[in-house]
Structure formats: C-alpha cells, structure tokens
C-alpha cells in the first residue's frame, strides 16, 4: 500500500469539483503554495508574513516565538495526561494542532489561555510568563475564540464590542473613540458590517463564527487561537472560515494557534502543524514535513493523500 | 425579539416605567383605608394647615410604607435581575438560592426562642439571608463554581431551612403568631425605624450593581469566552451572587417572604428591552419598585377595610405568570 502519495494522479473528477469550490480560494491557495515553498522547521523563520506580525505585539522580537509552552504536565485525574510537554509556536504563523479526540489539544489551549492552570512548567506569551499576567493584561496579548461559543443575546455590534472588555477598567466601561475605531476595524475585516445590527442567535453557523472571530479582532492582540473554529458548519462555510484566517495571518499579521478536526484543512490552509497524541506531541514541524514524517498516520491510523490541483491541493484520507 | 430593536423601544420602556413608578408613588400617598386623601397630600406639600392626624397618617402610616414598598421592589427586582444573569437561568430568583428560606428559619427561630420581640426580626431575617449566601459563597467555592451548583446547594439549602422552620412549627405552634406577616410578607405596619437598617443596604446595593451590569454582559457569552476576555469569572460570579443576597435579605427583613417580584420583574424588562444587563438592571429595579407599591395599593384597597398581605397578592398574580413562563419557555426552546 502507497502512503502519504504526493504523487497520485489527480482524478478528474476531483479536480473540478475542488476547482468548483470558489474562486476565491486562489488567493489562500497561492499562500499554502508559498508557505510550502518556504517551509522548513517551525522555529526558523523570518519570512516577509512575520514582519507584520510582530509590528502588532510590540515588546517581542521578530524571530522569538509568538507563545512559548514550556514543560507543561497537567492532569485531570492521578493519572498522568499532559506530561512533559514544550513547544515554540512561531510568530506570524499559522499553526493547526490536530490529533485524535481526548488527546489533549483543547487541553493545551485552554493551558496557554489560562483557563486552567499547569501542575508544573509555564506558558510564556510574548516573552511575558502569563502567570505574571493579569487576565486582562493577557487578553491584551491573545485571544482566544472558545469552541462551540453559545451565541448570546445581543446585537453583532455590540458582540464584537465585548471585545474591548480588556482595555475597559472601573472607572470607564463604556466605550471611547479608539474603542469604537476597533470594533469598526473588527467588523471591516471579518466581513460582518452588513449584519452589524442582527442578533447573534439569528445569524447561520459561518456567520456567527465569523462575529465571534470579529469579537477576538477587537481585543487587537497579534495572537489569536481558535478552538475548532469549523466544527458544525458545512463545506462552503468552513472555507469561508478558513480563508478569513488565512487573509487575518496575511494581511493583519496575526498569528494563528487553532485546533481543528478536519485534516484537510488543516494541511491546506496552516503554515506549522503539531500533531497529538495521548498528551504528547508526536510532531511539530512545517505541513510538509509533518506530512511526509508519517506522524499523521500514526496518531489517526489513516493514510493520508494528497490531491494537487492546478494551482491547488486538497488532502483525502483512508482508513488504515 | 426581533433581529433588530429599535432604539425609541427602549426610551419608551424607561418613560412608561418611570411615568408608572411616580403615578403609584403618588397615588399610594393619598389611597387607603382611611379618608385621608388628595386636599390633605397636597396640603402636606404645600406647607398649608391640615389636621394632626391627617398628617400622622401621611407622615407615619403611609410614608414608611411607600418608602418600604419602593425599596423592597427595587432591591428584590435587582436581585433577581442579577440572579437570573448570573447563573444565566431565567427562572432563578432569589428563593431559588435558599436567600428566603434562610430568612424565614431565622424569623420563626426568634420567635420562638424570644416571644414578643418583634424588633428584632428584621434583624434576624437579615442575618438568615447573609448566612445563606456565606454558606452558598463557601459550598461552591470548593466546587468551582458551577452555575448549576449554586442552584443545588441553593435547593439543598432551602429544604434543610424548609425542614427546620418545621420542626419549629411543630414544637412550638406559638412561633407562627408571632412570624405570621413575615413569612406571608406584607407591608403593613412597617415603621420608619425598620427601614434605618437596610436602606443603607439597599441603595449602596443598586448603585453597585448598575454600576457592574456590563460585567453581566461579558458573563453572558460563557465562562469560556469571559475567561478569555480577561474576567476572572469565578470570583465575580461569587461577588455578584453575594450583592444580590445582599439585596434580597435586606428588603426581606422588613417586608417579609415576598415572592416573585425577583422573578417576573426582570423577565418583563428583557420582554421589554432586549437582554443588555445596563438597561435591564436599572430598569428592574424601577419596574420592581413600582409593582411592589401598585400591589401595595390593591392589597390595601380591594378589600377595604381589610388588607391582604402583599405578599399574597403578588403570588396570585406571579404564580400565573410563572406557569405562563414554563409553557412560552417550552414552546419557544427556552428564549429566555
């Protein structure tokens, strides 16, 4: 049996269908095809994407890790979960940690959110160890768009001003000009000024999760993580989703942490991949080299293959 | 709830209940059993001569209990306004917490422990409902804080109360004379000196908690998702639970077990104005001053020269509404 066939003849049909998925695809399609040329550890890189990311999250250096997890163990029950584990994730990337279900990858963010709190080692976000953080001052820093988020009763607009909760203290909740200059941005870049006005609970699945990730944006941190942020959204709008954070990685210079179920878009749209398993990480490199090191493979008992396109490719897998 | 509220919706909503709130204030002033009325009210303002007691009945009789009645609306409504939003459940209130129940416990155990001295249940029922919430505070501070916890030790709180007043009931009948008004809840006989006590309470208690409604909001998208804005949740869940308790034992030791005006107010408001917590509270404890007052007034004059106990009232009118809350929350997939 082939693995891991980069290689394989493109059937025909699966061409066009990929090629009927939308022509703004090209735009993101070119940015994997760079981001593979490119690719080479997940530590060293200073390309022309990180420049920008750095400019939004001053004290840290350029080439210094954008989050830095640094012998973490955590545990639910006396058994052992997350043991040991350490990990750069680089600055202006993009970066998909995947693994099978109760691996420990949601685990992992909300460790680097500080929504639960390690037995041992530290999470250090932007040179600063968040333990040393104020939660504001950390949500200053990174953003985090929890998964299955419940959509609350409130107006897009006033959703995505939730976001400047960080930068609001006792004496002024309301909000100010800059304030208001943020959510106007937020809402220009996630595409959502449209349906500002609309309840949350009323909007589809894709544009919902695109007024969370609109909320994220007003909290104006150079990191965002999304936890499974295209669970229970149908093809069309998992790629909407995905090319807006790929267009926020390009364009705003974010650095994107994210868990995601889908393989496929995962090795398409990410820069860095972490695959895990059992609280380990078994791997984190660039795609390619996560996809041709077999690890995959290993943790999800598939064979994974690749279809390339003209300009594109797409990632099919066969139970093993 | 439509997609979209219009803003005049809004200013509509705050001119009515305020327009209502100062209607019934005044009317509570010159409506009673006794023939005092409108020329002695606006005698009374106006500096002008009326009889002594006329104006012992205005000054004495009437005041206190519009200023009760006022106080006990506000700080109840804003204590279950913060409830339900705290706990994100729209059918909590403070009963729900154990907040009355607590209270009770503490009036019927004066009571029977110390026959005849009616001055110091308000005191007592104060203390009941802040032991309650310290207790509620200190069981779910070593669970993490779980909305649904708070509800189960609220309930388990309430039946040990519940079992308690009882036991007492069933030792000594006598304790029910004396507590009688309390736990039925009323307003009538309430003195000025009742009111020394909580009122510092109460209005400390509503300015802080219009003061901390856009906390509300944060919390309303999740602990996750607060937690990731930067709120530290757990502590400000405890913080806003302990103001409502605040609110709830002050008002409930001078007006007794009044039901339900923390539930149905506040779902009225959010009927009314959407779920933005910085209007709903103030405008909760507006509308709830109110209600409590007009209830006030029917329970004075329906009947008249009897009175029912406000408290009773209330419930006849909140009971119905609950019922109509369970089937509307059913039908509509629980839109609270």
């Not at chain 1, 894709?206 to 936890?227: H, K, S, Y």
């Not at chain 2, 937690?227 to 302990?242: A, E, K, P």
């Amino acid at each position: 049996m082939v693995k891991r066939s980069s290689t394989f003849a493109v059937p025909e049909k699966v061409g066009h269908a990929s090629d009927a998925a939308g022509s703004a695809a090209t735009s993101t399609a070119s940015a994997t095809a760079g981001s593979v040329a490119a690719a080479a550890t997940v530590t060293a890189t200073t390309s022309g994407a990180a420049t920008s990311g750095a400019a939004t999250s001053g004290a840290a250096t350029l080439s210094s890790p954008a989050v830095t997890v640094r012998d973490i163990d955590y545990s639910y029950t006396k058994k052992p979960f997350i043991e040991g584990l350490s990990l750069d994730f680089a600055r202006g990337k993009i970066t998909s940690i995947v693994g099978p279900n109760g691996c420990g990858k949601s685990t992992l963010l909300k460790i680097i959110d500080g929504l639960i709190e390690p037995y041992t080692g530290e999470v250090v976000i932007n040179g600063k160890p968040s333990l040393e953080m104020t939660g504001k001052e950390r949500a200053r820093h990174l953003a985090l768009l929890a998964q299955g988020a419940r959509p609350p009763a409130m107006s897009v607009e006033a959703l995505v001003a939730c976001g400047r909760y960080p930068y609001q203290n006792r004496m002024r909740s309301h909000l100010d000009a800059e304030d208001k200059l943020q959510v106007e941005e937020a809402m220009a870049l996630a595409g959502i000024e449209h349906f500002r006005h609309h309840d949350v609970r009323r909007l589809s699945g894709g544009e919902r999760q695109r007024a969370f990730i609109a909320m994220t944006l007003a909290q104006n941190t150079g990191i965002i993580a999304l936890d499974e942020p295209t669970t229970y959204l149908d093809v069309r709008a998992c790629h909407d989703i995905m090319q807006l954070v790929s267009e926020l990685n390009r364009e705003a210079g974010k650095t994107i942490v994210m868990v995601i179920h889908d393989l496929d878009l995962a090795l398409r749209y990410s820069d860095h991949m972490m695959v895990m398993e059992k609280g380990k990480c078994i791997c984190a490199d660039s795609v390619d080299a996560v996809f041709a090191s077999g690890a995959i493979e290993q943790a999800f008992q598939v064979e994974v293959c690749r279809f390339p396109s003209d300009k594109r490719t797409a990632y099919t897998h066969f139970p093993l | 709830m439509e997609p979209r509220r219009p803003k005049h919706t809004k200013a509509i909503a705050v001119a009515a209940t305020v327009t209502f709130l100062v209607i019934v204030t005044v009317a509570a002033f010159f409506i009673g059993s006794s023939t005092v009325g409108f020329p002695e009210f606006m005698a009374l303002i106006t500096g002008n001569p009326i009889s002594d007691s006329a104006k012992s009945i205005l000054l004495n009789v009437r005041l206190p209990r519009v200023l009760a009645a006022l106080m006990a609306g506000a700080a109840l409504a804003m204590a279950g306004a913060l409830i339900q939003a705290v706990l994100d459940n729209p059918l909590a209130c403070p009963n729900i917490i154990g907040i009355n129940a607590g209270a009770g416990f503490a009036v019927l155990l004066t009571s029977s422990l110390l026959p005849g001295m009616f001055a110091i249940q308000p005191i007592a029922a104060f203390i009941g409902a802040l032991i309650t919430a310290i207790v509620i505070f200190f069981i779910s501070l070593g669970m993490g804080v779980s909305r649904l916890t708070v509800v189960l030790a609220g309930i388990a709180l309430s039946s040990i109360f519940g079992a308690g007043m009882n036991t007492i009931l069933i030792v000594n009948p006598d304790a029910y004379v004396g507590a009688s008004r309390f736990l039925v809840g009323g307003l009538s006989g309430v003195l000025m000196s009742n009111l020394t006590w909580p009122s510092p309470y109460i209005i400390g208690g509503l300015a802080a908690a219009v003061f901390v409604a856009n906390k509300l909001n944060i919390m309303s998208l999740g602990d996750a998702t607060a937690h990731s804005l930067g709120m530290n949740v757990g502590r400000w869940r405890m913080s806003l639970l302990g103001l409502a308790a605040l609110l709830a034992g002050a008002a409930v030791s001078f007006a007794g077990l009044l039901g339900f005006v923390g539930l149905i107010v506040p779902h009225l408001i959010r009927f009314l104005v959407g779920h933005d917590n910085r209007i709903v509270l103030p405008l909760s404890a507006t509308f709830g001053a109110a209600f409590v007052v007009f209830c006030d007034l029917l329970a004075r004059v329906m009947f008249a020269p009897y009175e029912i106990p406000v408290g009773i009232l209330m419930a006849f009118i909140g009971g119905p509404f609950f019922i109509y809350l369970i089937i509307r929350n059913r039908r509509y997939g629980g839109d609270g």
